[in-house]
């Protein structure tokens, strides 16, 4: 025992004694020419001296310099000593092709011990993109240390590719075993290349194709329909007001992409309102929803109650105000905001991609947007079958004249019915900010969406309403891969057009003014 622990001491001082010999060693080779750079290269990259890695990225960059056999570092300092080195007469270290090759393995091996993920992450995809039997045991003593699971599944990826282009052929098989259980473009196209260049392996190779192809399609199709209820969750908010508005009360109110976008607005003002307040900044947007609501509905209230109320019975009318209405709302925005968009941040928990299992990644903005759109349907079905107000209105809209005789205010409910409907249109306007410019055109891209998914969905049903909206959504998702988004649009229209000569009243017709008329 007493033999073997200076053995052991010895041993241990002897080996960085060793890596620095093989990085001073191989460091003059970058003064050579283009081939011997490779080759100095990928032994600095290999040795794994911290050393290396600025002296290699210096290179990449065209930032070092030699004078004779000495390497120079872009700040000055001789690589091999770190000492200021005579600069007089230096020239920079030219590369090739070769060499960028060389350098992107290097690299990647040398930052695959990096102390940040996001380095290590980036390091992994180098390998996996440079593919040498060399980063086998670099990446399999990564991985073995590694406690991100996504760098960790990058990892492996990079070593499966590495390991395609080994020597070994039970090496190759492991590799082509691990890219066929991965769900990745970049895997399939490996295996792809690597069936052209290993003719005994075809049959393993298509199973791997086919086992990726399979998981591919499944996670397209998932990815749509993420989207198609993204979609449908931004048309369920902008059209729930309108399903109050012209599906109970029957007004065509064409200024209700206006009260959206003063939604949007009020967003944009209480966020700036709370940047003086740091700890007051992150609940801005939860603020803003019951300020947009605010502001919407009492200009809903006062539209009503100016306008609109003279005009009941004539549509058209109605029509043709409510669209000067929603112009001079327009213009008014306008001239107190300017034309140009507002920028409204989304806080950090809305910020981010989400990883689903099989490789399915979804936006979390667009993911709170569809949780927050069934919430505001929880609320408003829960206002209308659980309150007084609820009641009323439904008495109104069922019958105005009985309604009255038992006391009820129609004119009343008439304003508040219609606020509630304009006071939505605000919230929608709160979550379309999160997703979409804010400017004064906000509101007009969703009006004719709004009519459609409420004429779809039936007249005054919200039921009806959150189906026609995710219903109209997945199928313009799956329409436009194959017709572009312009066309898929007009498809969209014409299958609701062909729907409704079938079922006038949409899909849950329900009793009300517009329907009685």
Not at 191 to 207: F, K
Not at 273 to 284: D, E, K, M, T, V
Request: aromatic share 6%.
């Amino acid at each position: 025992m007493r033999r073997i622990l200076p053995l052991l001491l010895v041993l241990l001082f002897a080996l960085p004694a060793a890596a620095q010999d093989a990085f001073l060693d191989a460091l003059p080779g970058l003064a050579g020419g283009f081939g011997t750079q490779a080759e100095a290269v990928e032994r600095l990259g290999a040795g794994g001296d911290p050393r290396a890695l600025p002296v290699l990225r210096a290179l990449s960059e065209s930032t070092l310099r030699k004078s004779g056999s000495t390497i120079i570092l872009p700040d000055g300092r001789d690589a091999a000593t770190g000492q200021p080195a005579d600069t007089a007469g230096a020239e920079t270290v030219r590369i090739n092709n070769r060499v960028r090759s060389a350098l992107r393995g290097a690299l990647g091996r040398l930052q695959l011990v990096s102390a940040s993920a996001d380095e290590r992450f980036a390091a992994a995809d180098s390998v996996f993109r440079s593919r040498s039997a060399d980063n086998i045991a670099p990446l399999e003593a990564a991985i073995a240390r590694e406690s991100v699971p996504r760098v960790k599944e990058r990892q492996e990826l990079a070593l499966a590719a590495s390991r395609l282009v080994a020597a070994d052929a039970a090496v190759k098989r492991q590799g082509i075993a691990t890219l066929g259980e991965a769900s990745s473009e970049d895997a399939r196209a490996l295996l792809l290349e690597a069936r052209a260049t290993n003719p005994d392996m075809t049959a393993e190779i298509d199973r791997a194709v086919a086992a990726i192809d399979s998981r591919l399609t499944f996670k397209r199709a998932a990815e749509t329909l993420f989207q198609g209820l993204s979609l449908g969750s931004v048309l369920l908010l902008a059209a729930l007001g309108l399903a109050i508005t012209f599906g109970v009360m029957g007004v065509i109110n064409m200024a209700h992409g206006e009260f959206v976008m003063l939604g949007a607005y009020t967003t944009f003002v209480v966020q700036e309102a709370c940047r003086g307040i740091p700890w007051l900044l992150p609940w801005s947007l939860p603020l803003s929803v019951p300020a947009a609501f605010l502001v919407a509905g009492l200009a809903g209230a006062a539209l009503e109650r100016g306008l609109i109320r003279h005009l009941y019975g004539r549509p058209l009318e109605t029509l043709l105000m409510t669209f000067g209405v929603g112009m001079i709302l327009q213009q008014a925005v306008r001239l107190a905001f300017g034309a140009q968009n507002r920028e409204v941040l989304s806080p950090a928990w809305m910020q981010g991609i989400l990883s689903l299992p099989g490789g399915i990644n979804i936006t979390q903005n667009r993911l709170w947007v569809i949780v927050f759109s069934l919430l505001v349907l929880g609320v408003t079905l829960a206002a209308i079958r659980l309150t007084r107000f609820g009641l009323e209105m439904r008495a109104v809209v069922q019958n105005r004249r009985t309604a009255a005789t038992m006391g009820i205010r129609t004119g009343r409910v008439d304003a508040l019915t219609f606020a509630f409907g304009s006071g939505l249109a605000g919230m929608a306007g709160v979550a379309l900010s999160q997703i979409d410019n804010v400017s004064p055109n906000l509101g007009t891209g969703y009006i004719i969406d709004s009519f459609m998914v409420v004429v779809f969905g039936g007249v005054g049903s919200l039921i009806g309403t959150l189906v026609g909206a995710m219903g109209l959504g997945v199928l313009n998702k799956v329409i436009e891969p194959w017709a572009g988004a312009v066309l898929a649009k007009v498809a969209v229209l014409v299958i609701i057009m062909l729907f409704i000569q079938r079922r006038p009243r949409g899909l849950f017709a329900l009793k009300g003014r517009a329907a009685e008329a």
